[in-house]
């Protein structure tokens, strides 16, 4: 009788960890991590005369906008691959390209589209960008898409160094120039310019790296870093930098 009742009970505990499993519980299942991606970009035409009204989508994930007035256009849309199908449509026109993306859930994707309507196709410049606060500022910093400060930083701030990479397809870009901006926590603030470098270096490296004071405090309430920066009509690509200030507010 003490036999079977032993078997019994490890066939209970066998079927309940089939449950368990099945149900993809705890870190199992297919090992895939879904990502929130932003992919930024525009649509021009031949002439790169911005496209207004332009219908953006990613037939992977059914993800779809309409560009603005700048033909401009954003997603954060979840994706668990390395590459995604576009489509765009406009009146008259529709075509679809695979564009890469890459696999890393902190690097920034900027497209320029380019439709061609009288061949039917579109052509995708696309730019990728990665900014890090690195150095002895890594310690206050916590390096993600959007950049939070995590520790207290002196009274008198600290000097900072940010590393942007800039790439398309994968190839490093020289000469793009990146910059630094902050503004304060008041309602309808500017940006202002804080640095900006006009190269990348070491030469053909696709990193630049550019020094900067780091306040928290109401005044420099939240940062960014941009790449291109100041580039007329070019898709670009933004960090955001939230200070200690900026998130107690975002709690409020």
């Known amino acids: 009788m003490k036999l079977l009742d032993y078997h019994g009970i490890v066939f209970l505990l066998l079927i309940v960890m089939g449950i368990l499993t099945g149900c993809g519980g705890g870190s199992g299942g297919t090992g895939t991590t879904v990502e929130r991606r932003l992919i930024e970009g525009t649509v021009v035409d031949e002439v790169e005369t911005p496209v207004v009204g332009a219908e953006v989508t990613i037939l992977d994930t059914g993800d779809t906008t309409i560009t603005g007035d700048l033909g401009n256009f954003s997603f954060e849309s979840e994706i668990n691959t390395a590459s995604i199908q576009l489509e765009v449509k406009t009146p008259g026109f529709e075509a679809v390209t695979r564009v890469e993306i890459g696999d ?11 439709v061609n309507s009288t061949l039917q196709e579109i052509e995708v410049d696309e730019l990728e960008v990665e900014a890090k606060i690195v150095g002895v500022c890594d310690f206050f910093f916590e390096n993600r898409r959007t950049i939070r400060q995590s520790n207290e930083v002196p009274k008198g701030g600290v ?19 990146v910059g630094i901006e902050y503004k304060r926590c008041a309602a309808n603030s500017r940006w202002m310019k804080l640095a900006e470098s006009s190269t990348l270096g070491p030469p053909n490296s696709g ?46």
């Open 207 to 252: 990193v630049a790296q550019i020094q900067f004071r780091f306040f928290d405090d109401r005044t420099h309430c939240v940062y960014r870093i941009r790449a291109p920066f100041e580039v007329p009509r070019s898709p670009e690509i933004v960090y955001k930098v939230d200070t200690f200030t900026k998130q107690n507010l975002d709690r409020q």
């Open 159 to 177: 000097d900072c160094t940010a590393r942007i990479t800039v790439s398309a397809l994968g190839t490093p870009l020289s000469q793009v120039p």
């Open 104 to 114: 890393n859930p902190n690097q920034g994707i900027a497209l320029e589209i380019t």
